[in-house]
């Protein structure tokens, strides 16, 4: 089975750019994760959905930062425009569950870097 | 917060050896996860416990929960070189509302 899919795995752009990472949760999964992951900060919750609705977006740092879930199968962090200090790896999860009761799968990340 | 906090955050041992992490956390739970990171790679689930279980067994992974103590351990018996990772605990309150992941326990396992 394929897991939670991310693309690209790297990205680097200048400062001011808008940035789009994508995400392809694993079929069937109803809620989606999006983290960020720094050295300073470590593992940070951004936002979650459930059966594509937004439950929490508390994580998200600032309003350069949306997330969309369109559909099941897909959902989109933008940043715009694009800071250096939001240089980072961000992953994506999903799950089965619509309580945090089931383990979230995680992509292998995107890992961002803004000049 | 509910954030839990690993203990320590490294370790270094040889092979062979027993590897435990602790976790603590500060508030009432409803289950309790720990997940591994390769370096590069995403989380992998390792175990789930639930507030009502004290101790779960997967393969060399032994978990334990004292939800009197708000503490859960992990520990890795005769560890392998392939366990060396990142390790976090992620407690999951009762409300389901939040989800936080600790700094991690870097293990190093020496051939």
């Known amino acids: 089975d394929a897991g939670v899919i991310q693309s690209p795995r790297h990205e680097v752009t200048e400062m001011g750019q808008e940035v789009t990472l994508r995400c392809k949760p694993i079929s069937g999964h109803n809620s989606l994760f999006w983290y960020r992951q720094t050295m300073m900060r470590g593992l940070e919750l951004l936002i979650y959905?459930?059966?594509?609705?937004?439950?929490?977006d508390s994580g998200m740092p600032e309003d350069r930062f949306s997330a969309k879930m369109p559909n099941a199968s897909f959902s989109t962090l933008k940043i715009q425009p694009s800071e250096p200090r939001d240089s980072a790896v961000y992953f994506c999860?999903?799950?089965?569950?619509?309580?945090?009761?089931?383990?979230?799968?995680f992509g292998d990340g995107t890992r961002l870097s803004i000049l | 917060s509910q954030q839990g906090e690993e203990d320590p955050q490294a370790l270094s041992i040889q092979e062979g050896e027993n590897a435990t992490m602790n976790c603590s956390y500060k508030t009432s739970i409803n289950n309790l996860q720990w997940y591994r990171q390769n370096s590069g790679r995403g989380l992998v689930h390792l175990i789930l416990?639930?507030?009502?279980?004290r101790e779960k067994h997967s393969g060399r992974l032994r978990v334990t929960l004292d939800t009197s103590k708000k503490s859960s351990s992990l520990l890795i018996t005769a560890s392998r070189a392939a366990d060396t990772a990142s390790y976090f605990c992620?407690?999951?309150?009762?409300?389901?509302?939040?989800?936080?992941f600790g700094s991690g326990t870097k293990l190093n396992v020496k051939p």
């Open positions: 999860a999903s799950s089965s569950a619509q309580a945090l009761n089931q383990p979230q799968h």
């Open positions: 992620a407690p999951v309150a009762v409300n389901f509302n939040k989800f936080y």
């Open positions: 959905f459930n059966n594509n609705v937004p439950i929490d």
């Open positions: 416990i639930r507030s009502n279980e």
